[in-house]
């Protein structure tokens, strides 16, 4: 096989995994239960995961900020020194853990629910029938895809998905929210997406 056989097979291979994702009412839940304790009670969304899964809960936090939905990125190991502080009333976790066992993340429900029993929290997984899917108000499943890495170990495959349902949730979000783009240039002053967004939001009221 030659090197460009080698990546049309990864690119194939990732395509497919994002299609397969388990297309569930779970995604519905979760977007109503972001809009109802965000968008209408005002409290915010918390992200978190360790690794490769908590980049993807950083960035995740970051695109919903921008599109109107506050959320901050909880490092589940600093929540177990302080940081857990950030929690408030009517906050929103959104969990990321692939295996669905991730010592860390399940210390960190148990933590947040010792601070509000009443908090609840999204997980997204592979592993719906894990101990966390099975604590969570809404659960959304990757499909559990295999990993394009040859040692089947990388998060790779994995990653791209917990991404795209990411992006699902955000852009569903915006939608049942009515964010429109005025609402998104107050939120971007700055570079190329600012001076788009402006454009377009002077259009919409010309």
């Known amino acids: 096989m030659t090197m460009i056989d ?15 994702i388990p297309m ?45 939905i506050p959320a901050v ?21 959104l969990l990321i853990s692939n295996s669905g066992k991730t010592r860390e993340i399940v210390e960190l429900t148990a933590l947040a629910h010792t601070l509000n029993p009443e908090l609840k929290f999204i997980v997204i997984t592979g592993n719906p029938i894990s101990p966390l899917a099975k604590e969570s108000d809404v659960c959304i499943s990757t499909g559990s895809p295999t990993e394009v890495c040859p ?21 569903e979000t915006m939608k049942k929210a009515g964010f429109t783009i005025e609402d998104y240039s107050k939120r971007h002053h700055g570079g190329y997406l600012g001076k ?11």
Not at 35 to 57: D, F, P, R, Y
């Open 24 to 68: 569930t009412d779970a995604f519905e839940q979760a977007i109503n239960l972001i809009v109802e304790q965000v968008h209408n009670k005002g409290g915010k969304l918390v992200t978190s995961g360790m690794g490769k899964a908590g980049q993807i809960a950083m960035n995740i936090a970051t695109t919903f900020c921008s599109t109107g």
């Open 196 to 206: 788009k967004s402006r454009g377009l939001a002077n259009k919409s009221l010309t």
């Open 151 to 171: 040692l089947g170990l990388t998060p790779t495959t994995s990653t791209t998905v917990m991404t795209v349902i990411g992006d699902i949730l955000v852009v």
């Open 73 to 93: 990125f909880l490092h589940p190991s600093e929540a177990q020194h302080g940081d857990l502080g950030i929690l408030q009333q009517d906050d929103l976790l």
């Open 6 to 20: 080698s990546i049309k097979d990864i690119l194939q291979k990732e395509a497919e995994a994002v299609l397969n």
